[in-house]
């Protein structure tokens, strides 16, 4: 089985969703932290970055790639691309491609991805796309309004598969039958039970998304929901580390997503 261990490169309030917020998360010490935990296991790492963070830490971006990690597009900023017309998504595809270079890969904001975006990042020469998870947790609540054709369905669960000649790989749900992402949320709230279970999971590929903020620890940001910062920090690095140790001890091959694809190492 491949593993994708996949890290958005976001500021903590691109993270924080439901509203504007001015707390913020020290991103320098977050990379630290994330490069520590790296290069502690050795394993490489998808970045999907955002155009803005490219822009305001350009010295991460460099560190980043100088490691050998792959860089891919999270889009310019972090906005729900469902609301947004085409000429604007492709506007902010290409704004982050100038800005990031060199990228092959793409995650939506929020996973807000729908087929006239895939037909769009083909344009573009892009050659896959990660941000489609078949599970109750998708799409995301704030993006439900997008029109049920446009959404990019649940077909296939860890494995790779075509959209209009784009390839998705889908993030993990796991088990399959209740569909839990393997997000930064989730290993927050549930790291030991996934940990334990992971034994059972037997499928093409296993891609882990998590965030800057959740290295460090989060503030708890008023009206937000309880569970959006626990377990942040160490708690979190601990969960993380337990579910990577775990996973190399099964018959597994730790890669990036460019290498999944066919297209990078
Ligand atoms: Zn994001």
Redesign the pocket.
Known sequence: MKVCLTI?M?EFN??V?WKDVEKKIDIVEAWKKIKKFLEGFDIPATF?V?GTFAEKYPDIVKSIRDRGYEVGS?FQS?QNLYLLGDDEVRKGVRMSKKVLGKVKGF?A??YSMHKGIAKILKDENFVYDSSVFPSIFYPHPSIRNVEKKLRIGSERIGAPYKIDGLLEIPLTVFPSYIGLPITGTTIRLYGGLISSLLKFYRKEVFVVNV?PFEFVGAPHVKGTPWWFSINSGQPFVDRLRSIIRNLKRMDTNFETMASVAGCGS
């Open positions: 958005d976001e691109d993270s969703i999907f955002l999270h972090h995650r904001p929020m965030h």
